[in-house]
T-cell receptor, first 114, second 114 residues
């Protein structure tokens, strides 16, 4: 069964450093998402991406965040200057050719900001 | 108005028992209500979903009941098994042309005792 792949599984960084979280969505999917889950809390939407542009973003997704699909297969989330409160599990998701399609989630990247 | 409220936060059930998780929403524009199952160290995986034009959907041991007038929906896990021990999230979204962000409930940690 096709799956969404995320790397690394765990990223440790110092406050103020830039991090890039990487995702390989399912190959024929057209819609891409990032969500985050702070430990013990609910999964929160960050951003959706379609047709090479952001289609929607939450208030969490401020100027420190950016997304990119650099090569037609990868989908990345960059945090320019990490803060302690960015520590969370970050999930990438993708869905198929219609917005009604199921969103498939990756296993996540645990980001620890020290 | 965008929130989805989920209860209980945790649930312990004996093997063979019924697990019931409830969710309530405010936004009447929501038109898709999935339930996701998450095991430790994994991303959320779609379990079952319902649209508001039906009041119930059953897949195997899992049933969603939907009450549009009350803006509530619930997940019933019949004949609960130890392998069902996981965190369950209800979610809701509005199908839009450019992707559809999921709004998640707070999650319910289910433990099925043998």
């Amino acid at each position: 069964e096709p799956e969404v792949t995320q790397t690394p599984s765990h990223q440790v960084t110092q406050m103020g450093q830039e991090v890039i979280l990487r995702c390989v969505p399912i190959s024929n999917h057209l819609y891409f998402y990032w969500y985050r889950q702070i430990l013990g809390q609910k999964v929160e939407f960050l951003v959706s991406f379609y047709n090479n542009e952001i289609s929607e973003k939450s208030e969490i997704f401020d100027d420190q965040f950016s997304v990119e699909r650099p090569d037609g297969s990868n989908f990345t989330l960059k945090i320019r200057s990490t803060k302690l409160e960015d520590s969370a599990m970050y999930f990438c998701a993708s869905s198929g050719t219609s917005p009604q399609n199921i969103q498939y989630f990756g296993a996540g990247t645990r980001l620890s900001v020290l | 108005q965008q929130q989805v409220k989920q209860s209980p936060q945790s649930l312990i059930v004996q093997k063979g028992g019924i697990s019931i998780i409830n969710c309530a929403y405010e936004n009447t524009a929501f038109d898709y209500f999935p339930w996701y199952q998450q095991f430790p160290g994994k991303g959320p995986a779609l379990l079952i979903a319902i649209r508001p034009d039906v009041s119930e959907k059953k897949e195997g041991r899992f049933t969603i009941s939907f009450n549009k007038s009350a803006k509530q929906f619930s997940l019933h896990i019949m004949d609960s098994q130890p392998g069902d021990s996981a965190t369950y999230f209800c979610a809701a979204n509005t199908i839009k042309a450019a992707g559809n962000k999921l709004t998640f409930g707070g999650g319910t940690r289910v433990l099925v005792k043998p």
